[in-house]
């Protein structure tokens, strides 16, 4: 996956950073998730109503042929969510970030595996964000929103999630933003001294 981000740089692009999230924060984000709760609840609920089945039944156990495979059924929730936490290590391999002097790419995925890139002059917004986990594993998410909105109307975002050197990506990302996109808003010398156009090194 790693080299197949990479092949998708440009020729003339410098990688700035390149990197994979925190694992152990991956993990445990996807192991304590919302449906954590109501997983273990269904689950609960459901081996206790087998359980007092088979108490009640008095040694007749033929009834068990039909209600195993109803509650392994009706289990689906608690296999839904056992079933994502499991994909979750298929889902950090396939998972890297790549930071250029041009913009952002992304690889994610589990079956099908989705690469994306973002240049820094359809992004608008930088922004730093650190959960619960991430504060205990000393990692940060680096959210970018895009200028342009998507076919159902919301601003697209790119993700760095979950990575070790937050500060530093975050400082890194912010600037190159910044310049590229204030280049783009005001190009040929109307942010004088320092700006010739576009196509130029960006001196912030």
């Known amino acids: 996956m790693k080299d197949d981000l990479k092949s998708l740089v440009g020729e003339n692009e410098k990688i700035l950073y390149e990197g994979k999230p925190s694992k152990k924060c991956f993990v445990f984000e996807s192991i304590f998730n919302p449906l954590m709760p109501f997983a273990i609840i269904w689950a609960l609920f459901d081996f206790g109503f087998i359980g007092l089945s088979m108490f009640g039944s008095e040694g007749d156990t033929s009834f068990l042929f039909i209600l195993i495979p109803f509650m392994l059924f009706h289990l689906m929730p608690v296999w839904m969510y056992l079933g994502g936490v499991i994909m979750t290590f298929v889902r950090y391999r396939n998972t890297y970030y790549i930071v250029t002097d041009n913009g952002i790419y992304t690889s994610e995925g589990v079956i099908s595996k989705k690469f994306n890139q973002k240049p820094f002059a359809e992004l608008s917004h930088v922004e730093l964000h650190r959960g ?12 970018t929103t895009s200028s ?32 590229i996109y204030s280049d783009v808003m005001y190009p040929n010398d109307m942010r004088p001294p320092e700006n010739h156009g576009y196509n130029t090194e960006y001196k912030g």
């Open 132 to 143: 619960l986990f991430d504060q205990m594993f000393n990692v940060g998410d680096i959210i």
């Open 148 to 179: 342009h909105q998507s076919a159902n109307g919301a601003n697209a975002t790119v993700t760095l999630n979950s990575i070790s050197d937050y500060i530093e990506v975050f400082n890194l990302v912010k600037k190159l933003q910044k310049d």
